[in-house]
């Protein structure tokens, strides 16, 4: 039986009482302070040499000799010269994190804890007390930070909490972007990874993009429709925040290399309950990459993923749109024909939307007459078709209410004058309201079983909209609104109720609750302003956000610009759409809108091979697979290079090319007038060329690829030589 060593007697009564001489006591009571002297000065060196900072191996509370507390967790420490925060790899004794602050140390202390776990599956681990390992920080003018050591099935993170009860304060914190990172959101110009990208502070809020851009300007970059206070990094680093914080973000502004994340009560949040304190909370966790340490997340449910499939025939075959047609007032007639030239040109479908003005009016989705005099008819005439004929028809619709039912459902305002009174605002749907969710879903409900829809698109839902040109303040709803984007998440909730096939146009802490991530309609052009070459990067940061299933809108994007029933859209150029076409063949669903009738007989030939060999071959061999693996694990259909080749530097900043699940690289043509395109191939695997047959070793460039312009370049992976390497 072990003893406990607090309880034993200084001498062990089994040994004599053994008495020193008093000369030589003297001498060994100079001899140890002398050698505790020069411990203190060592330390005090060391501390001054690594710039104030204490080792993370173990829990430390040190006083200097100006009586500043040096403090010091288990993968954790806190620097005084930098004013930050420095989060280290125990086992590689590696720095991974430095968050840096402008508030004054006042005083501190670490605490140990024993026995600490949490289970992985709490919503918001950014709380443990009682169990976790902590430090207790205290700073000038009331701001207090408390970090948590929390061991979340094995995994090592630290939950950091700070608060004040200022509420007029605003709570700032910024790491430097020393590594590739990934998350954040969607964004007006995407890029991959997010050192490539210039975002001025803003609230980190859904919205829709808006072309908005002054002659002989750039675009300001935005957020997006689709969001998620998530950020990881090349070397295994996470970084989750708290769901409702007022929160602010930039990265990389002015080309500062730094991400920031500002938790602050103003325009457009506003405290909505007077208990309110202003905090900013964020849990750090570290795995050994970008992929494993993902992996975890999605296991312990920190990033959730619906754990079902859409129809296989949406994801087998295009979903095709009235959103690109070009005339957006959609009409019977007009329908009737695209629905023609569909079938004619002998394309593949599954499923048709109906997007735009269908409908009798804002916030009522029962067709328009006038426009659809037989709209019932029509849609069960394409659903009562031979079975291979059959074209399941949906409805766009938005989060808004009745002008007769605005009193008893919609948000209402209060302080408005500094609206312009030209200012559209929408009867936006309470979504804090029961009787009138149930009052919206009936609605819904009776409009799809009335003419027997397959399938819901819903748009809108953007916290920005619901607050434009106001704050948070001045929303009145049936019960508070903690959070603007809680609009977001409880629209997306509602979709998920009705209808198996919808696809959701925006999304914040959505996924157990999205069947497709729809990214809207992007621009037809070649930019990465929501152009052609922004579909990859924003694929892969869906996927990392938990939407393995995106939709990026119809191939060739839309003439936003020319968008009035008075100018017809132009359709997008020939080479746009092709090349469009032969990347979107490989992404998790396709979407047209624009015909291939609407160029030559050689485009619409072309475009049924490619959608046959989606649906033939690649939907059997490849896609299919990898869309089980998504329901299972969370896993994205659509993968970065560094998903498969963890290692490799080049990898990280790779952004014109993907995996299809863990075999076929996909590497398009992304520019006008290309015939030739440099292909990165990620080493560790050999690579065989599925247009000419070659295998090439992995880690090298193929300069200058001779790419047709009926061509797509794709590399099948050899299995066997990845599992020798």
Known sequence: MLKDQSQEPLIPENKPNMVVPKRKLSKMLKIGGVICAVAVILIVISALATGGRISTKTNNVIISKSGFKLLALNGVSYNKNSNSFTFSDRELKKDYLNIHFSYEFVNGEAKKASNCHVDSREKEPFSSPGCSQRLNMEFKNNFRADIHEIDLDGLSCHSVQWHTKNRSAEITNCFLIEDNWYGGGGLSVQRW??????????????????VSRPSGSADQVRFDSFIEPYFISAGGAAVLFDHFLPLFISMNHEND????????????????????????????????????????????????????????????????????????????????????????????????????????????????????????????????????????????????????????????????????????????????????????????????????????????????????????????????????????????EVAQKLHKTSLIGSGYGSQIHTFIADAGPMMSSWEHNKGLKSVIPTTLTYGIMGYPFSLMGPIGGVNIDSDTSSNPRKPP???????????????????LSAGPWL??????????????????????????????????????????????????????????????GDSLLVAPVLYANARHRDVYLPEGSLWRDQLRGSVYKGGQWLRQYPVGLYEIATFRRDMDSHNKH
Request: hydrophobic letters at 40%.
């Open 599 to 660: 160029y030559d007989q050689e485009v619409v030939n072309y475009t049924q091979r490619l959608l046959s060999f989606r649906s033939d071959e690649l939907w059997p061999n490849l896609l299919s697979s990898a869309v089980e693996e998504a329901i299972k694990l969370g896993t994205p259909i659509a993968r970065p290079l560094w998903w498969i080749a963890a290692e490799d530097k080049i990898a990280q900043f790779i952004d014109c090319e993907f995996f299809l």
């Open 193 to 210: 990874p997010l050192n490539r990208v210039n975002v001025p502070l803003q609230p980190h809020l859904t919205q829709k993009y808006k």
């Open 257 to 492: 290399k730094k991400l920031c994340f500002t938790s602050e009560f103003k325009k457009p949040y506003a405290s909505v309950s007077s208990d309110d304190s202003l905090s900013l909370q964020y849990l750090v966790c570290k795995d050994q990459k970008a992929k494993s340490i993902h992996q975890r997340m999605l296991k312990m449910s920190k990033i959730p993923f619906y754990q079902g499939a859409p129809e296989i025939g949406i994801l087998r075959k295009p979903v095709w749109s009235t959103r690109g047609l070009e005339k957006p007032d959609i009409s019977e007639t007009s329908l009737l024909s695209f629905v023609n030239n569909i079938k004619s040109n002998k394309l593949a479908y599954g499923h048709l939307f109906i997007d735009g003005n269908y409908s009798r009016s804002s916030g009522n989705f029962y067709f328009n007459e006038k426009i659809f005099p037989h709209s019932h008819q029509l849609i069960m005439e394409l659903m009562n078709s031979p079975e291979e004929d059959k074209l399941p028809v949906g409805i766009e619709v938005f989060p808004y209410v009745l002008t007769e039912k605005s009193d008893l459902f919609a948000v209402h305002y209060v302080n408005t004058s500094s609206l312009n009174q030209n200012q559209n605002r929408n009867n936006f749907l309470d979504v804090t309201n029961e009787n009138a969710l149930k009052w919206y879903t009936s609605h819904l409900k009776d409009v799809t079983e009335q003419v027997n829809l397959r399938g819901l698109r819903f748009s809108g839902a953007f916290a920005v909209d619901l607050v434009e040109g106001l704050d948070q303040a001045s929303l009145i709803t049936n019960k508070t609104l903690h959070h603007l984007s809680m609009f977001t998440k409880k629209f997306s």
């Open 573 to 591: 150029e020939k080479e746009l759409f092709i090349r469009w076409l032969q990347l979107a063949t490989y992404l998790p669903v396709m979407e």
